[in-house]
């Protein structure tokens, strides 16, 4: 009992720190909010009122029927005229709330997006190891859509809903507080009805946002997949899994939209009961000449519309439950711990800028204890130093890993699937934090180099080449947006990637769509290799950059890579070893551990795990 009560209590408090967080996004408007309210209210009183003075419209008219008497529509006039003013000044109140919240939900809208946007490049890349792309793309979709819906259609009507329910009551007990007290308890039963019904319906709504989330996945995955998916007629086996999860989203949409809609026939009962109730004795207070002829029509009019507000204002909350199950989502997100930077060290734009080499174009800018900066100059040497790692706390990848690469020395890892290849190359970058031992670039611990910095002195040829929606031109320049256009046509031509580029319909400017769909595998990787090339940092990795490229192909630019590589720290990650035979030192790594080191013709002699791999008695994953 204590455990639901402090869970419903952990709700509670979760959807007025989430609300408010959201408001928060208001700031710089809020006076614009003050004034949407104050409209609201004056549109509900413009409404309300002008059905309150009705009544002197009938008793006027009224009393001429029973006596009668002419008409003077000078006094009718005064009757009339200003209700129909009041009537006009709440519809124009309307149409200006409702222009200013549009913008006013674009622009609150805009900040939300930006701030995923923006949390999204600050996550390290361990977060998107463990999220799938669907469940955060339904961040920028989904959850943003049920705060575009929370703000743009019921922000302001759940203030018109209030002032509707009490000036509504309020009239009634003017008009006749007898007539009131009757009818009132039924409207309070209804408000009872409408707090219960709300908590149940906050909960599924929740529910449904996740399992829309885990839909959202399943389909991403799967288009992603599509062709692996057919190439193995794995059709039916997706279909079921999808159904799983879809069946999870009908469940909780159904829910939630019961408990929705089963407000409106409650409301409309209790709307007719009231007004049934009220026909009935009203009858009995104007026969006895207790009630007026228009006070009792303006009262009838007020108790068929008194459960309408309720009502929308039931509908309004479920969308503002739905909301805070989105912005909850969102502000989660927005609250992952982000990649972190306590780096100081940054690289510095030396004064001359003539030499093409990045490392007479940059300095390493090393701050001193007095405030003054020390210049270094960017070498590329890379040492492990004793390096520990795990991804997962008491699993260790790596384990006293330890070896140096200097410039113009090119070092090859190999080694079974899981051996820690890529693991070294990613720790390298800092996608993940070490668990003991240090990395150094030019002898400064990495942990000190500003993430941007040493991510700029690193230049990456992975066996997977992503390319952006752009053209090829701008693809190529990604890494270095500043570039000519004569500097990408020449790192074409190095990576013999400029006679398939103008082949292309508009050669250089040619759009790709769908990470280049409209491009060959071999084609993509040429286009990252000329990528890689254009900055030529001093530290190049590759991971079999070659491997989606025919031999003759790969023949060409194997001679652009060794061009490239020309007086550059080179570490290669190799799934083919005809490929690494002129390496300066190749490491072998087995269960995270450096089992072998060497030449080539040193590892062969030795007749050991990498004479093993050579010969193919085991096999290189």
Known sequence: MQASVSKRKNRADNF??????????????????????????????ANIYGTYMSKDVINYLTDHVLDPKPVQLEQLNRIILPLLFIYLAGVVCNLIYMQIMVHLTQRVLYKV????????????????????HGEIMSYFTNDVDTITSAINDSFAN??????????????MFLLSYTLTLIVIPLILGLFVFMYFNTKVTRKYFEIQQQALSEVNSKVEENLLGVKVEKAFNHEEESMKDFLVSNDKWRKASQSAFFHTQLTVPVNVSVSYLNFALSAIIGC?????????YGNFSSFLVF????????????LHINTILTCAAGSERIFAFLDEKEETDNGTVTLYKNEDQSQGNFANRYSWKIPNSDGTFTLKPVVGKIEFKDVCFSYVKGKPILHNISFDVY??????????????????????????????????????DINDIKLESLRRAISMVTQETHLFTGTIED?????????????VIAASKNSHADSFIRRTPLGYKTMLYDDGANLSEGQRQLLGITRASLNQPPVMILDEATSNIDTHSEQLIQEGLN?????????VIAHRLSTIRDADEIIVLDHGRIIERGTQDDLLRKKGAYYDLYTGKKELD
């Open 303 to 314: 108790v068929r519309n008194a459960c309408q507000p309720f009502n929308f204002f039931t």
């Open 407 to 444: 410039p113009g020395k090119k070092v090859a890892f190999v080694g079974s699937t899981g051996a820690g290849k890529t693991t070294i190359i990613n720790l390298l970058a800092r996608f993940y934090p070490i668990d003991s031992g240090k990395i150094l670039y030019d002898g400064i």
């Open 563 to 571: 061009k490239l590589m020309k007086s550059k720290t080179v570490m």
């Open 16 to 45: 007025s720190k989430t609300m408010l967080r959201l408001l928060s996004y208001f700031k710089g408007y809020r006076l614009v909010l003050v004034l949407v309210i104050f409209l609201v209210i004056f549109s509900s009183f």
């Open 113 to 132: 997006r930006k701030d995923l946007f923006s949390k999204m490049q600050r996550l390290p890349i361990s977060y998107f190891d463990t999220h799938t």
């Open 475 to 487: 693809n190529i320049r990604y890494v270095r947006r500043h570039s000519t256009e004569e500097e």
């Open 284 to 292: 009995f207070f104007v026969a006895g000449h207790s009630l007026s």
């Open 158 to 171: 759940i203030f018109l809903s209030l002032s509707n329910i009490v000036g509504t009551i309020t009239s």
